[in-house]
C-alpha cells in the first residue's frame, strides 16, 4: 500500500508526455533577410513521462507497451519508452536562395502535430 | 552571450595584469572556448541550411521585389493548408500539373543591353538562366508568365470590329538564334488566345523547353513570344498591351511588377530519401 502510493505521488508529480509550445522566430536567429515568408513558426516538441500503464491519449504502439510493462517490473532492465512526436506536419517557406532567386516550397516534418510513447 | 563573455574574459586579464602584473589564463580559455563555440554554432547553422537546401547562407541585395504571384502562391498554401488541414508537402497549382512538386521557383529574364536590344513589338526573344535549379530537383512543370495591360478602344482607331480585338500569345523555343543570314529557327510550345479590352497575367507552358534547357544548358538558347492577330498578319496597335520589355517611361517598380516571370515547379527528392 505504501509503495504504491508513493508511486502514485511520483505518477503525479511528473508530467505526462504531450506536446509543448516551441516558436521559431527566423528573426532571432538573423535570417529574415532571406527568409521573406512566415516570420517565425510553431514547432513544438515533445517531453514528458511515459508511465505505466501507458494510456490510450498517449498513442503508443505494442512494443512501447511491453517495454513499459517490463520496465514497470524491473526498472533497470529495460528503459521507460520515449515520448516522441508521432505526427508531423509540413510547413512552407518562402525565401531569397544564394542566387537572389525566389522559392517556395514545402518541408515536411516541421510541426509537431502529436507525441506518443514510443 | 560569447561576445560579453570574451570580452568579460579580456576586462580579467587586463585588470590582473595592472594590479599584480601576472598573466591570466583565464582569458585565454574563455577565448579558446568562445572560438569553440563560435565553430559549433556555424557548423549547427551549415547543418540547417543543408537541410534547407542550400550550400550557403544567401545573402540577398537590399532591394529586392518578391513577385506577386509568388506571394499569392504561398497565401494559398497556407490557406489550403489551415482549411483541409493537409499533412503532405505538395504543392498543387490549379490548372498545372504539377504532381508532386514541392517547390516552385521563380526566374526573371536575363535583360539584353542597350546594342543589343529588340526593334520588333511583336516578337521578342526571353533567355533565364535556371543554372540554380539543383540536379537533385525533378521538374514538373515550368510557365512563362506574362502581364498584358488593357488598351482603350478610344485610344486605338483601327479597332472596330469585334475580331479586332482577338490576339494571340504564342510561347516559341529557340532551336537555333538568329544569325545576320537567317532568320531563328523555333518551335511552338504553347498558344493563349486572347482579348485586349482585358488587363490579365497569361500563362504559356514551357515544360518541355525547360526540361531540356535543364539537360543541356549550352541547347538553351531562349524563348520567342510572339504577339500577333489571330489571321497571323503583325499587331497594328500603337500602344503596347504586352509587356514583355521595359518601356522608356516607366518606373522601375512597375516594371518589376509586371514584367515576365518564368516559374518552375520541381519536387525536391532530397527530403524524402532521408526519411525512407
Known amino acids: ?118 | 552571450q560569447e561576445t560579453a563573455l570574451l570580452v568579460a574574459g579580456n576586462t580579467n586579464n587586463n585588470r590582473r595584469e595592472d594590479y599584480t602584473g601576472e598573466t591570466s589564463e583565464k582569458g585565454t580559455t574563455i577565448r579558446e572556448n568562445s572560438g569553440q563555440r563560435t565553430k559549433d554554432i556555424q557548423a549547427l547553422e551549415s547543418s540547417l541550411l543543408k537541410m534547407f537546401g542550400l550550400g550557403s547562407r544567401p545573402r540577398p541585395r537590399k532591394k529586392l521585389e518578391i513577385p506577386q504571384y509568388m506571394l499569392e502562391l504561398y497565401q494559398k498554401q497556407m490557406q489550403i493548408r489551415d482549411s483541409e488541414e493537409i499533412m503532405g508537402g505538395d504543392i498543387n497549382v490549379r490548372g498545372k500539373f504539377t504532381g508532386s512538386a514541392n517547390t516552385v521557383r521563380s526566374f526573371h529574364h536575363l535583360e539584353p543591353k542597350v546594342h543589343e536590344a529588340q526593334s520588333s513589338t511583336d516578337k521578342v526573344t526571353l533567355i533565364f538562366n535556371i543554372s540554380s535549379v539543383p540536379e537533385e530537383e525533378i521538374l514538373k512543370a515550368a510557365e512563362l508568365r506574362i502581364y498584358r495591360e488593357q488598351i482603350l478602344q478610344h485610344l486605338e482607331p483601327s479597332l472596330k470590329r469585334k475580331r479586332d480585338f482577338r490576339y494571340k500569345l504564342e510561347a516559341h523555343e529557340v532551336i537555333k538564334p538568329q544569325t545576320k543570314n537567317r532568320d531563328s529557327i523555333t518551335r511552338l510550345l504553347d498558344t493563349k488566345i486572347i482579348d485586349i479590352r482585358n488587363s490579365s497575367w497569361e500563362s504559356l507552358d514551357l515544360t518541355p523547353a525547360v526540361v531540356k534547357w535543364r539537360t543541356t544548358p549550352r541547347k538553351s538558347h531562349g524563348v520567342e513570344v510572339h504577339f500577333i492577330r489571330l489571321d497571323g498578319r503583325p499587331s497594328e496597335l500603337k500602344s503596347s498591351h504586352v509587356r514583355l520589355r521595359r518601356s522608356i517611361n516607366g518606373d522601375d517598380s512597375t516594371w518589376q511588377a509586371q514584367r515576365p516571370l518564368l516559374v518552375t515547379y520541381s519536387d525536391d527528392t532530397r527530403s524524402k530519401r532521408t526519411k525512407r
Open chain 1, 1 to 118: 500500500e505504501g509503495k504504491r502510493r508513493s508511486r502514485s505521488h511520483k505518477r503525479k508529480s511528473k508530467e505526462q508526455c504531450r506536446r509543448h509550445a516551441l516558436y521559431v522566430d527566423f528573426k532571432d536567429v538573423g535570417w529574415d533577410d532571406w527568409i521573406v515568408a512566415p516570420p517565425g513558426y510553431q514547432a513544438f516538441y515533445c517531453h514528458g513521462d511515459c508511465p505505466f500503464p501507458l494510456a490510450d491519449h498517449l498513442n503508443s504502439t505494442n512494443h512501447a507497451i511491453v517495454q513499459t510493462l517490463v520496465n514497470s517490473v524491473n526498472p533497470s532492465a529495460v528503459p521507460k519508452a520515449c515520448c516522441i512526436p508521432t505526427e508531423l506536419s509540413p510547413i512552407s517557406m518562402l525565401y531569397l536562395d544564394e542566387y537572389d532567386k525566389v522559392v517556395l516550397k514545402n518541408y515536411q516534418d516541421m510541426v509537431v502535430e502529436g507525441c506518443g510513447c514510443r
